[in-house]
């Protein structure tokens, strides 16, 4: 019982992590029907930053948090300005999605040339020491990581709910062309969803860094992943990202100690498949209906 709440703990850790990646596919693909496929690399050039403040500048952990998202969020609105902008511009429905993978590319190869190949391990901000949670073992750090990321996606729908500009995402992403007629800069808001985005990407890099080694390849994997969380979960809900990345989650945990780490994939992918096949909006989105 005790290794079962373990792995469950620690899957509820890497599930979060999932989640908040995919929250960043789901607000930019509310407001434009787009994805940025290198989300992966937003999360690599946060966490890239912030080891170099960290180490090389002596920056204090908490401190180095905001500027790591103030970096994310201009990476994210340069992604949106080169990338996407002018696949919209001309409707370009494959555009976007060759612009945004080249862009990844690129920079992950610039991460390689500025930090180097080799994995670099972040230091922890707070003890390592584990403490007993329910009788079992649990990482400090596994619960900043839940608190973290539960808070994030939090603050973002508590400005999507109660502030003016909020709204105007809201509004954007449930009819953008309605929205435009009443006067709201659309295009200004895909930027700014675009931002969001890659902010939390570069938010959930600083806060799994600790916990795995830091590198230009560590994007890759956990972009992918959340991908599979955001169809899973569905793009056009909130708690079905959170639910698909604790599945996803503790299946991997789970998998990766009853049977081999080398199957630990296997659980994700299977059941990325099983709910195309059978529900492709995700367990808990919303079949679109398109009027023609």
């Known amino acids: 019982m005790e290794i079962l709440l373990q792995l469950v703990f620690s899957g509820i850790s890497l599930g979060m992590i999932y989640a908040v ?13 787009t994805l940025n496929f290198g989300q992966g690399e937003a999360l690599m050039l946060g966490a890239m930053v912030g080891l170099t403040l960290v180490d090389n500048f002596g920056m204090n952990y908490w401190l180095m948090i905001p500027i790591v998202c103030v970096f994310g969020a201009l990476q994210g609105s340069f992604v ?4 996407v902008r002018p696949a919209i511009k001309i409707k370009s429905e494959f555009g976007w999605i060759m612009s945004t993978i080249a862009l990844g590319i690129i920079f992950k190869n610039v991460a390689e040339n500025l930090w180097g190949r080799d994995d670099m391990k972040f230091p922890s901000p707070i003890d390592d020491d584990p403490i007993k949670l329910l009788g079992a073992n649990v990482l400090p750090m596994d619960l900043v990581v839940v608190a973290g990321a539960l808070g994030m996606m939090l603050l973002v729908e508590f400005f999507n709910r109660k502030t003016i500009y909020g ?24 930027t700014f969803s675009y931002a969001l985005s890659s902010l939390t990407a570069s938010f959930a890099g600083v806060l799994v860094a ?7 390849t560590m994007g890759i994997a956990l972009g992918l992943k959340a991908f599979a969380v955001a169809i899973i979960g569905g793009l056009s809900s ?11 989650g503790i299946a991997e945990t789970a998998t990766g100690f009853y049977i081999s780490t080398g199957y630990k994939d296997v659980p994700g ?8 096949a059978i529900k492709p909006a995700g367990l808990f989105g919303k079949t679109a209906i398109k009027k023609v």
Do not use: H
């Open 269 to 276: 992918l299977v059941l990325l498949l099983l709910v195309l």
């Open 21 to 33: 990646i995919a929250f960043g596919y789901q607000l930019t693909f509310a407001t434009s029907g």
């Open 167 to 190: 709204k105007a995402v809201v509004a954007t992403s449930n009819d953008r062309d309605a929205a435009g007629l009443m006067g709201i800069n659309t295009g200004l808001v895909i």
């Open 80 to 83: 949106e300005l080169i990338g």
């Open 210 to 216: 600790p916990l795995t080694l830091t590198g230009a």
């Open 238 to 248: 909130g708690m079905g990202i959170i639910v698909g990345g604790l599945i996803l």
